[in-house]
C-alpha cells in the first residue's frame, strides 16, 4: 500500500511541476496587475510562491527600472524564498536564480549577472526544466544586445538557437515566438533574408497557437523583410497593422513604435510619397527625444534631413540639423558601427546640396577619416564611398573621384551587392559625362539600368518562391488534418474490436488462463526491453560525452595556440629583423595548426578536415597578414578532400610556408602577380601544386637550392606525409608534393603528440 502512495504522490508532484510550467509564461501588464491585487486576499503558499515570482519576472524584464520597482522585486523574491523553505521546491530556487540575474542586470550588474546566469545554465543542462532552461539561455542572449559587431550578433544568434531547442521540448508558445521573432530580426540584419523570413513566419504560428495578441513586434519584422525584398506594398501594411497593434497596446510600446514609424517612413519614401515619410520621421524622432536617446536621435535627425533634400528644400535641412546638433549633445560611446551617427553624411549631402563645397570639403575629410575604421559595417563603408566620390565629381577633382568609385566597385562586387553595384555604374556615368567621356558614360549607364532590371526580376522570382511555399505548407497541413482525422476512425474502430474480443475472452476460462500467462511473459519481455534501452540509452550517452570531450580536447589546445600567438605578438615589438621575421613566420605556422583545431571542435565530424574550407581560411588569413596586398592574386583549385589530423596538420604547413615565400621573395617592388594553389586527389593519392609567376628562386653557387629553415621543414614534413617534393623554377617558383592519403580511421588518440611534435619542429 505505502509504495503504491508513494508512486501516486511522485506522479501528482511532476503534474504540479507541469501545471506550474504553463502557468509560468509571460504575462501583460493587466495580468501583472491582476496578480497585484490577488496577493492581498487568501492564497496557498503553492499559488502565492507562483504568483510572486511571475510578478518579479515581468517586473525585472521592464525598461526603465526605478528605485520603487527594484525594491518590489526584491521584496517579491525574498518573499519567495522564505516560503520555499518550507515547500522546498527546487523548480523555484532554479526560478529565482533566474530572476535575481536578471534583477542584477537590471542594476548595471552585468558580471554578477553573468555569472549566476551561466552556474543556472550548467546546473538545468543536467536533466533540468527545459522552460526554464530556454528562458536561461534566452536571457543570456540579452547580454549580448545593443552591440551590432558581426561577432556579438552571431553569439546571441547561438544562444537564441539554442533557447529554442529548450522551449520546442515545452508547451511555452509564446517564449517560442519571442525566440523566432529576436532569431529573425538577426538574421535580417546580417543579411540573411531567406532564413529571417521563415523564421518570422514560425513565430506568428507559435503566437497564433497561443492566442497571443501582442505579435506587433513579428508583424513589423515581416514588413522590414518584405522592405528589404522590394514589395513595398506589402511592407507598409504589416508596418501600419503593428503600429496599430502597439499602440492600442497597455505594454511598454515606446522604443518598438519609433522604430516602426522610422520603416514606415522608408517605405513612403520608396512610394515617392515624401511628404507623408516626412511626417513618420518626424514622431518617430520626437519619441527619441522625449526618451532622451542621443544616439536614436541623430540617427532619425539624418532621415528627416534626407527627405528634406528629397523635397528640394536644402535650407530646410541644414536649419533643421544646426537645431539638433545645437540642442542634443553627441553620445560618447558609438555602438553603432556608421561612426558619428551620421552627422558628417548627412552635412556633407546638405552642401553639396546648396553647392557650399568649401564646408562640405571639412566633412568629406572627416568621411575619409571614418572609412579607415577596421569595425565599418560594409554597407556604411560603401555608402561613404559613393558620397565621397560625389563630392570629388562635383567638385572636379575627377582622379580622387576615380579612386573612391574604384574601391566601391571592389566592394559592392566583393559582396555580391546588385544595388551597390548599379548605384556605382551610375556614379561612373556622372563622371565619365563631366569627363567628356561620354562614349564610356553611356556603356556604364546601361550597366546599371541592367543591374536595376536584374534586381527587380529576382525579387519578383523570390516573391513567387515565397507564394509556392506558402501554398505547399498550406496544402501539407490540410493533408495531415485529413490523415489525423483518418487515424482517429481508425482507432475507434480498433478499440472496437478490443471491446468484442475482451467479452469473448471473459466467457472462456480456458482463454482467460492463456491470456494470464501471455500477460506475464509480455511483462517479462518488458521488463528485458526496459533493462536493454537503458543500457543503450547509457552507451549512447558515453559516446556522446566522449564526442564532447574531444571537442573540447581540439578547442583548447586551438586556445593554448593562440595564446602562444598572442605571446609572439608581444614579443615581436621589440625585437628588429631577422628575430622578427623567425616570429612572424613562427606565428603564421601556428596559425596553421590552430585553424586545424578550430574546424575540428566546430566540425560534427571530428576525425577529419575538409581541406577545401581549411584552405580557403588559412590562405585569406595569410594575405591579411600581409596587409592584403592588392597587387597580388590568390588562387586555389581544391578538390573535395578530406584528410586525418595526422595528415592535414604538415600539408598545412607545407602550403603555410610555400605561400609565405611568394608574398615575401616573388614580387619584389610591388610587381604584380599571382599565387595558385592546386590540389587534386587521384586514386589514393594527393597532389599539391603551388606555383607564382615571381622572380623565382635563387640558386647557390653549386647549382642547388639554397639552404633555409623554410625549405627544410618543407621537406620534413613532406617526410612524414610519406611523399616527395619537388621545387622549381619556371617563370616562377613551382613547389609540387605527392603523398598517399592515410585511412581515415585512424585513431584520434595521438592529437596531442601530433601537435607537441610539430611545435618542436617549429623551434619557436
Known amino acids: 500500500?505505502?509504495?503504491?502512495?508513494?508512486?501516486?504522490?511522485?506522479?501528482?508532484?511532476?503534474?504540479?511541476?507541469?501545471?506550474?510550467?504553463?502557468?509560468?509564461?509571460?504575462?501583460t501588464r493587466r495580468q501583472a496587475d491582476s496578480l497585484t491585487s490577488s496577493l492581498t486576499g487568501q492564497v496557498a503558499d503553492t499559488d502565492r510562491l507562483n504568483t510572486l515570482l511571475r510578478l518579479a519576472s515581468f517586473h525585472v524584464h521592464q525598461r526603465h527600472l526605478s528605485d520603487t520597482t527594484i525594491n518590489a522585486v526584491n521584496a517579491y523574491i525574498t518573499e519567495a524564498q522564505q516560503l520555499n523553505?518550507?515547500?522546498?521546491?527546487?523548480?523555484?530556487?532554479?526560478?529565482?536564480?533566474?530572476?535575481?540575474?536578471?534583477?542584477?542586470?537590471?542594476?548595471?550588474?552585468?558580471?554578477?549577472?553573468?555569472?549566476?546566469?551561466?552556474?543556472?545554465?550548467?546546473?538545468?543542462?543536467?536533466?533540468?526544466?527545459?522552460?526554464?532552461?530556454?528562458?536561461?539561455?534566452?536571457d543570456m542572449s540579452e547580454y549580448y544586445s545593443g552591440d551590432f559587431l558581426y561577432e556579438t550578433?552571431?553569439?546571441?544568434?547561438?544562444?537564441?538557437?539554442?533557447?529554442?531547442?529548450?522551449?520546442?521540448?515545452?508547451?511555452?508558445?509564446?517564449?517560442?515566438?519571442?525566440?523566432?521573432?529576436?532569431?529573425?530580426?538577426?538574421?535580417?540584419?546580417?543579411n540573411d533574408n531567406a532564413a529571417a523570413f521563415a523564421e518570422v513566419r514560425t513565430a506568428l504560428k507559435y503566437y497564433g497557437q497561443a492566442g497571443y495578441t501582442e505579435n506587433q513586434g513579428a508583424l513589423s519584422l515581416l514588413g522590414r523583410i518584405y522592405y528589404e525584398q522590394g514589395d513595398y506594398k506589402q511592407a507598409l501594411n504589416y508596418e501600419l497593422m503593428a503600429l496599430k497593434i502597439a499602440t492600442g497596446s497597455s505594454d511598454d510600446n515606446v522604443r518598438l513604435i519609433c522604430q516602426i514609424n522610422n520603416n514606415i517612413g522608408y517605405t513612403y519614401l520608396k512610394l515617392n510619397e515624401n511628404q507623408k515619410a516626412l511626417q513618420f520621421f518626424l514622431q518617430a524622432l520626437r519619441i527619441a527625444e522625449q526618451e532622451k536617446d542621443n544616439a536614436t536621435v541623430y540617427l532619425l535627425a539624418a532621415n528627416v534631413a534626407d527627405t528634406y533634400l528629397i523635397l528640394n528644400e536644402p535650407e530646410q535641412a541644414v536649419n533643421f540639423f544646426h537645431q539638433i546638433t545645437r540642442k542634443f549633445e553627441m553620445p560618447s560611446s558609438q555602438k553603432y558601427e556608421s561612426g558619428d551617427y551620421g552627422i558628417s553624411q548627412t552635412y556633407l549631402k546638405i552642401y553639396l546640396a546648396l553647392k557650399q563645397y568649401d564646408k562640405a570639403r571639412y566633412y568629406c575629410e572627416q568621411l575619409i577619416k571614418q572609412t579607415q575604421n577596421p569595425n565599418i559595417n560594409l554597407f556604411w563603408l560603401s555608402r561613404y564611398y559613393e558620397l565621397i566620390a560625389r563630392f570629388y565629381i562635383e567638385t572636379a577633382d575627377y582622379e580622387a573621384a576615380k579612386l573612391y568609385l574604384q574601391k566601391d566597385k571592389d566592394l559592392v562586387s566583393s559582396r555580391n551587392d546588385l544595388s551597390g553595384m548599379a548605384?556605382?555604374?551610375?556614379?561612373?556615368?556622372?563622371?565619365?559625362?563631366?569627363?567628356?567621356?561620354?562614349?564610356?558614360?553611356?556603356?556604364?549607364?546601361?550597366?546599371?539600368?541592367?543591374?536595376?532590371?536584374?534586381?527587380?526580376?529576382?525579387?519578383?522570382?523570390?516573391?513567387?518562391?515565397?507564394?509556392?511555399?506558402e501554398f505547399?505548407?498550406?496544402?501539407?497541413?490540410?493533408?495531415?488534418?485529413?490523415?489525423?482525422?483518418?487515424?482517429?476512425?481508425?482507432?475507434?474502430?480498433?478499440?472496437?474490436?478490443?471491446?468484442?474480443?475482451?467479452?469473448?475472452?471473459?466467457?472462456?476460462?480456458?482463454?482467460?488462463?492463456?491470456?494470464?500467462?501471455?500477460?506475464k511473459q509480455s511483462n517479462l519481455r518488458k521488463k528485458s526491453n526496459v533493462i536493454v534501452t537503458h543500457k543503450n540509452e547509457l552507451l549512447q550517452s558515453l559516446l556522446t560525452e566522449k564526442e564532447w570531450l574531444l571537442k573540447e580536447v581540439h578547442h583548447r589546445v586551438k586556445n593554448n595556440l593562440h595564446t602562444v600567438i598572442c605571446l609572439l605578438e608581444s614579443q615581436a615589438r621589440y625585437l628588429e629583423e631577422d628575430a622578427l621575421r623567425a616570429i612572424e613566420s613562427s606565428q603564421n605556422r601556428i596559425y596553421a595548426m590552430s585553424l586545424i583545431h578550430q574546424k575540428l571542435y566546430q566540425s560534427d565530424d571530428i576525425g577529419t578536415?575538409?581541406?577545401?574550407?581549411?584552405?580557403?581560411?588559412?590562405?585569406?588569413?595569410?594575405?591579411?597578414?600581409?596587409?592584403?596586398?592588392?597587387?597580388?592574386?590568390?588562387?586555389?583549385?581544391?578538390?573535395?578532400?578530406?584528410?586525418?589530423?595526422?595528415?592535414?596538420?604538415?600539408?598545412?604547413?607545407?602550403?603555410?610556408?610555400?605561400?609565405?615565400?611568394?608574398?615575401?621573395?616573388?614580387?619584389?617592388?610591388?610587381?604584380?602577380?599571382?599565387?595558385?594553389?592546386?590540389?587534386?586527389?587521384?586514386?589514393?593519392?594527393?597532389?599539391?601544386?603551388?606555383?607564382?609567376?615571381?622572380?623565382?628562386?635563387?640558386?647557390?653557387?653549386?647549382?642547388?637550392?639554397?639552404?633555409?629553415?623554410?625549405?627544410?621543414?618543407?621537406?620534413?614534413?613532406?617526410?612524414?606525409?610519406?611523399?616527395?617534393?619537388?621545387?622549381?623554377?619556371?617563370?616562377?617558383?613551382?613547389?609540387?608534393?605527392?603523398?598517399?592519403?592515410?585511412?581515415?580511421?585512424?585513431?584520434?588518440?595521438?592529437?596531442?603528440?601530433?601537435?607537441?611534435?610539430?611545435?618542436?619542429?617549429?623551434?619557436?
Open 85 to 138: 523553505k518550507k515547500l522546498k521546491y527546487p523548480f523555484f530556487n532554479e526560478n529565482i536564480q533566474l530572476i535575481r540575474s536578471g534583477l542584477y542586470k537590471a542594476q548595471g550588474n552585468t558580471a554578477a549577472g553573468k555569472t549566476l546566469l551561466a552556474r543556472l545554465i550548467n546546473q538545468l543542462q543536467d536533466g533540468g526544466d527545459k522552460a526554464l532552461l530556454g528562458k536561461a539561455y534566452f
Open 472 to 519: 505547399e505548407t498550406e496544402k501539407k497541413e490540410n493533408e495531415i488534418g485529413l490523415l489525423n482525422q483518418k487515424a482517429i476512425l481508425e482507432n475507434t474502430k480498433l478499440k472496437q474490436a478490443d471491446f468484442v474480443k475482451n467479452v469473448t475472452i471473459t466467457g472462456v476460462i480456458l482463454l482467460l488462463i492463456i491470456a494470464g500467462l501471455l500477460y
Open 153 to 190: 550578433m552571431r553569439t546571441r544568434i547561438e544562444y537564441l538557437q539554442l533557447a529554442i531547442a529548450a522551449f520546442q521540448e515545452t508547451t511555452h508558445w509564446v517564449e517560442l515566438a519571442r525566440c523566432y521573432r529576436f532569431l529573425a530580426d538577426l538574421h535580417q540584419m546580417t
Open 423 to 469: 548605384q556605382n555604374y551610375k556614379l561612373w556615368f556622372s563622371l565619365d559625362t563631366a569627363s567628356n567621356k561620354y562614349k564610356e558614360a553611356i556603356s556604364n549607364l546601361i550597366k546599371s539600368n541592367e543591374l536595376k532590371d536584374s534586381i527587380l526580376n529576382e525579387t519578383k522570382s523570390r516573391q513567387v518562391a515565397q507564394l509556392e511555399v
Open 609 to 764: 578536415i575538409d581541406l577545401k574550407n581549411y584552405l580557403n581560411e588559412l590562405t585569406s588569413y595569410l594575405s591579411d597578414s600581409f596587409g592584403s596586398p592588392m597587387h597580388i592574386g590568390m588562387y586555389l583549385q581544391v578538390d573535395e578532400v578530406k584528410l586525418n589530423l595526422s595528415q592535414a596538420i604538415p600539408l598545412g604547413l607545407i602550403i603555410n610556408e610555400a605561400v609565405t615565400n611568394a608574398f615575401k621573395y616573388a614580387f619584389p617592388d610591388k610587381r604584380p602577380g599571382k599565387i595558385t594553389i592546386d590540389l587534386k586527389q587521384a586514386d589514393n593519392h594527393i597532389k599539391l601544386l603551388i606555383s607564382d609567376n615571381g622572380i623565382g628562386m635563387r640558386n647557390s653557387s653549386n647549382g642547388s637550392l639554397p639552404k633555409s629553415l623554410g625549405l627544410d621543414l618543407m621537406r620534413g614534413l613532406t617526410m612524414e606525409l610519406q611523399g616527395r617534393i619537388f621545387f622549381e623554377n619556371d617563370n616562377g617558383t613551382r613547389v609540387k608534393v605527392i603523398f598517399p592519403i592515410e585511412a581515415l580511421s585512424v585513431a584520434v588518440d595521438t592529437t596531442d603528440t601530433h601537435v607537441f611534435h610539430r611545435a618542436n619542429m617549429l623551434d619557436i
Open 1 to 27: 500500500m505505502i509504495p503504491t502512495m508513494m508512486k501516486f504522490l511522485q506522479l501528482a508532484a511532476v503534474f504540479f511541476f507541469l501545471v506550474i510550467s504553463v502557468q509560468a509564461q509571460d504575462i
